[in-house]
């Protein structure tokens, strides 16, 4: 297994949280220097914030351990392609690497947005796609 599976598995973890908890089952983990630094699942039910997505959560996690704005070292393993907000956010924080498991053709940055990325964010798609994106399919299955 690659170091993008074994960072992505926890991202995975992180999106089962989630899903117990009734959110939708998107998780992130922040990896500086080869070691996870945040963790974080989406968490706007719980927290009633529109802007309480796993990726939003682990930048201010990473960043506030940090002690600095910036992540231009790290990389954001997501379950979920970011949306447009997350995006804009990972620019902000000059993120060095972004690595996503299932695209979101619906609301991914990819596609609504695709320069909102920080131009120097290498960027690497598709790792346990199909794991990922099952975990919210099903989700969504669920609820209807």
Known sequence: MDKHEIFMR???EEARLAE???????GAVVVCKGRVI???????????DVTAHAEMLAITSATS????????????????EPCVMCGGALAWAQL??????????????????????HPKTNVVT????NECGELVKNFFAKKR
């Open 20 to 26: 117990e908890e009734g959110e939708i089952p998107v």
């Open 96 to 117: 060095g690497e972004l690595v996503y498991g299932a695209a979101d053709p619906h609301r991914g940055y990819a596609r609504l947005s695709p320069s909102v990325l």
């Open 65 to 80: 351990l940090l002690g600095g704005k910036y992540l231009n070292d790290c990389t954001l393993y997501v379950t979920l």
């Open 126 to 129: 598709g790792v346990l796609e």
């Open 10 to 12: 926890k991202a995975l």
């Open 38 to 48: 945040a963790r974080a699942h989406n968490q706007t039910e719980r927290l009633n």
